[in-house]
């Protein structure tokens, strides 16, 4: 739900602002089927919708990042991750790339290697 002007192509660039705004909509799609998964379970989405299902939880994981200021909190050690990797990390999620790879393996990623 997003809306932040600061999202503009001639600022943060095209490549980044595409994949943003591809992350957006996949989020978003997941947020509007939660009440079909709730009620009748991921069984009756249709195939691309559980393709989407599973790409916005690796997604969601993914955002989990282990930041230095939360290593006390965490127990992690904290990693730099350059906003080159990080948008090519989420591109080839939005690409299916890993698709073949479980959602836990995004949880406290740093990047995608």
Not at 4 to 11: M, V
Not at 100 to 111: C, I, K, V, Y
Request: proline fraction near 3%; glycine fraction near 6%; charged fraction near 30%.
């Amino acid at each position: 739900d997003s809306t932040s002007r600061i999202l503009d192509p001639l600022i943060v660039g095209n490549d980044h602002y595409a994949v943003a705004r591809g992350v957006q909509k996949v989020l978003q799609r997941y947020k509007e089927l939660q009440d079909i998964i709730a009620i009748l379970g991921m069984e009756e989405l249709s195939d691309d919708d559980k393709l989407l299902v599973a790409r916005a939880r690796k997604m969601q994981r993914f955002l989990s990042q282990p930041f230095h200021v939360a290593e006390a909190f965490t127990g992690r050690s904290g990693v730099f991750v350059s906003i080159k990797d990080t948008i090519r990390s989420f591109k080839e999620i939005l690409d299916g790339k890993h698709d073949d790879l479980p959602e836990d393996a995004f949880f406290w990623a740093g990047s995608i290697e």
